[in-house]
């Protein structure tokens, strides 16, 4: 049972990391603008539609990873 929570374990900190680094950074606003990059309206909303859905799968692999890791460590 502790090696199948330790591999699920694994795993939720790969895609943890993974949805991390594809969020944008919240400078990359500003630095959209100073490039002279035009978004579209559309364009705008997709961008923070994704970002917001990167963001609750990261609250979402943090809570699971932490659960995890509890459990983990009450199994004897």
Same mark, same amino acid.
């Given at each position: 049972?502790?090696?199948?929570?330790?591999?699920?374990?694994?795993?939720? !900190?790969?895609? *943890?990391?993974?949805?991390?680094?594809?969020? !944008? =950074?919240?400078?990359? =606003? *500003?630095? =959209? +603008?100073?490039? =002279?990059?035009?978004?579209?309206?559309? +364009?705008?909303?997709? +961008?923070? @539609?994704?970002?917001?859905? *990167?963001?609750?799968? @990261? @609250?979402?692999?943090?809570?699971?990873?932490?659960?995890?890791? *509890?459990?983990?460590?009450?199994?004897?």
């Amino acid at each position: 049972m502790k090696l199948v929570f330790t591999i699920i374990q694994v795993l939720a !900190s790969l895609f *943890l990391i993974a949805v991390v680094l594809l969020q !944008s =950074g919240k400078r990359s =606003g *500003l630095s =959209g +603008a100073i490039s =002279g990059v035009a978004d579209t309206f559309l +364009a705008k909303n997709q +961008a923070k @539609t994704w970002d917001a859905r *990167l963001a609750k799968m @990261t @609250t979402w692999v943090a809570i699971l990873f932490i659960i995890l890791t *509890l459990a983990i460590n009450l199994i004897p």
